[in-house]
């Protein structure tokens, strides 16, 4: 399961960041959503085993390896930094799909562009380059009260 995903998951320096966090994303979400039960149980029910933990746990280092490896750092003393916001927002990523895939309190589109926003506010003062000039979400404007689920 992992190592399918982290095939998957390419990044590319010749896209931008948003262009590489937009794919992985729709990629780790398609998988989520077609695997739905098996990422539920990994997440909720196995969660305290032992080799389950291990195999989340490299995943998420191995994705967050990749992602330092093609962001335009604002110079080498912000990699530590860089990398310690990469393993925090894999874990807010995590969580949040999960809860996704319990309740959908939003659409597909509005979790991905959640999750891209997070990073790239949480990034913006370690790197060279704005990398919010490049993105708009894709469903902007939509509120609380729109959501299904929401208890005004």
């Known amino acids: 399961m992992a190592d399918q995903l982290l ?3 390419r990044f590319d320096p010749a896209d931008s ?3 590489q966090l937009i794919q992985g994303m729709d990629i780790h979400l398609d998988y989520f959503v077609a695997n ?3 990422v ?3 997440n ?3 969660a305290g085993d032992p080799v389950i ?3 989340m746990t490299n ?4 994705l967050r390896t990749r992602l330092l490896a093609v962001l335009p750092l604002a110079d080498e003393s912000a990699r530590e930094a860089v990398s310690g916001v990469l393993k925090s927002w894999l874990v807010f990523v995590q969580v949040l799909c999960v809860d996704w895939l319990t309740h959908e309190a939003c659409t597909r589109t509005q979790l991905r562009d959640v999750c891209i926003g997070a990073v790239l506010g949480a990034l913006r003062p370690l790197l ?7 993105w708009r979400p894709q469903e902007s404007g939509a509120v609380a009260h729109d959501l299904p689920h929401h208890k005004a």
């Open 7 to 9: 095939a998957e998951t």
């Open 17 to 19: 960041l948003v262009e």
């Open 36 to 38: 739905r039960n098996a």
């Open 40 to 42: 539920l149980a990994a």
């Open 44 to 46: 909720r029910v196995l």
């Open 53 to 55: 933990q291990t195999v």
């Open 59 to 62: 995943e998420l280092d191995a």
């Open 128 to 134: 060279a380059e704005d990398p919010v000039l490049d």
